[in-house]
């Protein structure tokens, strides 16, 4: 990052956690007149803020409240550069047309903004559908449309077979789909285990990989004779229809074991914890679906980590899955998975009591 750039970041950081979107606007504006090319100022000042501002989160520097204040704000900052003379291109004859949509159930819609801004700049007619984007719907889009490709953005494993059902019902009526985002895996893995004709890491390499034009569709009639026979499989299945009930119960034996987790949450005004209980488990259902172990014992390690940044012990984490593991006795899928991540939530207690 260059001086000229750092300064930049730091100046809309700055407005974005004070909740100021006139300075921040204004910060944005004063970086084009400056003479920074749009998309330097898109990916390298406002989408360095945006990863700065869910870092920030993650460590406890900031609350939920702040990460939603400086969200809302580069968000008004992108509002705001799509209408300058330098983002306001017409399409370029030959390029095509892109939809750009989240996964359904899939919030967080600043990355996909963010690809659609750039596509624009690269001469793109692009229809940007936003946050969690219901498939029949996305479908329906594509008829009347009938784009080029779809750019599928997913943030959070737990969209994966939803992912998985966007994916299939695109190419079904002959749309191919690049898919994007943080629940892809850091190497696209899940993108191609589900089936995506393309996958890219971020918002450039998306772009970059479309100007060789869209990639070939893999259409449905050419899927399921090598699809991998554990999505959707019967633990998968036993697994969501008993959330639920396993939030509810495993959520209630936590509290037995450790009566005072309640009101460190309350202290540090963080949410109740069967809000966490929630999200192991929907983790442990998207490990399921895509049969990687890895998965879930990452995810209980990034929420260790971010426990213990918050003040609260990441012991707290060895109950829950333990029972969950009490819960499962039939699911010996979930069972391996839940012993690796006993090891890791073992290895975090151990740092606890140093």
């Known amino acids: 990052m260059t001086p000229a750039v750092e300064e930049r970041v730091q100046t809309l950081w700055a407005a974005a956690t004070a909740g100021d979107e006139y300075a921040a606007a204004d910060a944005a504006l004063a970086a084009l007149d400056a003479g920074m ?9 406002v989408a360095a803020v945006q990863a700065r501002v869910g870092l920030e989160w993650a460590v406890g520097r900031i609350t939920v409240a702040q990460e939603h204040t400086a969200t ?12 300058q003379p330098a983002a306001r291109r017409s ?16 919030w967080h819609a600043f990355p996909a903004r963010l690809l659609a801004e750039v596509l624009r700049l690269r001469g793109w007619h692009v229809d940007y ?56 895996g850091p190497d ?7 089936g995506a004709d393309a996958w890219a890491p971020d918002a450039c390499a998306a772009a970059d990989l479309l100007a060789g034009g869209p990639p070939p ?7 399921g004779a090598g699809e991998p026979p554990h999505l959707a499989g019967p633990e998968y299945a036993a697994l969501t229809g008993s959330a639920a009930d396993l939030v509810r119960s495993v959520a209630e034996e936590l509290a037995r074991r450790v009566p005072e987790l309640a009101s460190a949450y309350a202290e540090r005004r963080l ?25 879930f014992s990452s995810f209980i390690g990034w929420m260790a980590e971010v426990l213990t940044a918050r003040g609260i012990p990441a012991r707290m984490l060895l109950p829950v899955l333990e029972a969950l593991a009490e819960r499962l006795p039939g699911s010996p899928r979930a069972l391996l998975m839940l012993e690796r991540a006993r090891d890791v939530a073992r290895r975090h207690r151990a740092g606890d009591r140093r």
Request: hydrophobic residues 45%; aromatic residues 4%.
């Open 37 to 45: 090319p749009m998309e330097t100022l898109l990916l390298d000042v």
């Open 72 to 83: 809302a704000v580069n968000e008004r900052v992108l509002a705001v550069l799509s209408h």
């Open 91 to 106: 399409p370029e004859p030959g390029r095509g047309r892109i939809t750009v949509a989240c996964v359904h159930g899939e």
């Open 129 to 184: 559908l936003g946050a969690q984007v219901p498939t029949p719907h996305l479908v329906a889009h594509l008829h009347r449309t009938n784009p080029d490709a779809v750019a599928l953005s997913g943030s959070l494993a737990p969209r994966l077979p939803a992912a998985h059902a966007a994916i299939a019902s695109c190419q079904a009526v002959g749309t191919p789909v690049l898919a994007g985002g943080a629940a892809f």
């Open 188 to 194: 696209g893995r899940y993108a191609r285990l589900l």
């Open 217 to 223: 569709c893999r259409t449905a009639s050419g899927r």
């Open 271 to 295: 949410a109740h914890p069967v809000e966490d209980v929630a999200s192991i488990i929907d983790y442990l259902r998207a490990a399921l679906y895509v049969d990687d172990p890895e998965l």
